[in-house]
Structures are given as C-alpha cells and as structure tokens.
C-alpha cells in the first residue's frame, strides 16, 4: 500500500468501520513506517482496490492491525490471501508470535482466524468506540 492508494482505503475503511474508522492521518502515520516496523498490502480485483491489510512486527513480536473487504467482496477469499500475506511477512521478519484484537460481536471473523489457527487469550472490555468488546488472539508462528 502507498499513499496514493490512500482515497480507495479511506472509501473501504468508512464503511467497514463506520463508529471507529481510523482517519487519513492515522493511516498516513502507518504508511511512514514502513518498512521499518510496518507492512501493509491492498487487494486488487481488475485494477481496483478491493482490500487492505496492515502488519505491525517487531523484534519476535508482531500484530495485525487492520483488515478489511469490500462488503460485496467478502466471503471471496480476499481477507484470507491478505491475511496469508500478513502471517508470512511476520515470519519473514522474524516473528515468533502474532496477535489480533477482533469484535466481540463479528463472528465470522473470529471464525476465519481460529481456521488460520489463532487462539483466544483474552478480552478487552468496551475497547472499540461504541463499547463492544475486542477478543484478543494469538497464533505461534512455530507451530
């Protein structure tokens, strides 16, 4: 992903994340750190962007901060290729472990990251701005 591809993500972020979309800058912030600590990708379907993914790693840790699809391209394996991405730049860099916040109250999703063999750890209440919790996951990438 590049800044130029910033007005696309920004249109998928609003609507995948209506009550807690990240702003402009807070992606801008993001994109300023690559490669150092930061990776993030978008997915394209006939020269347009469908999808975004982004990876924080550091040391022997890393983190998937975002992913989102398009609603009318979910379900087509998009987030699952991004998240591919994601797990394989983590060992790229070194990684041992990676974890994800997901919604309390998005299944699907929670489904999909228990399929990539991620684990349930936690919960942190009210953490996203409409006060729905974030379940907390983990995966070893030496499994």
């Known amino acids: 992903m590049t800044v130029d591809d910033l007005p696309s993500v920004m249109k998928i972020e609003r609507e995948t994340f209506p ?3 990240w702003s402009e800058g807070m992606l ?3 994109l300023g750190d690559q490669p150092r600590t930061r990776h993030y990708v978008v997915a394209l379907v ?3 962007i ?11 840790q890393a983190d998937v901060q975002t992913i989102a699809v398009l609603a009318e391209k979910q379900r087509t394996g998009i987030g699952s290729a991004m998240l591919t991405a994601l797990l394989a730049e983590a060992v790229r860099r070194g990684a041992q472990s990676i974890f994800l916040e997901v919604r309390a109250d998005n299944p699907g ?5 228990g399929g ?5 750890i936690g919960v942190r209440r009210g953490y996203y701005e409409d006060g729905t919790d974030a379940i907390m996951m983990k995966k070893d990438l030496n499994a």
């Open 19 to 21: 009550a807690d979309a």
């Open 28 to 30: 801008r912030g993001e």
């Open 46 to 48: 006939d020269d347009k």
């Open 50 to 60: 469908v999808g975004y993914a982004g990876l924080f790693a550091a040391g022997d």
């Open 109 to 113: 999703a929670q489904a999909v990251y």
């Open 116 to 120: 990539f063999g991620f684990e349930r």
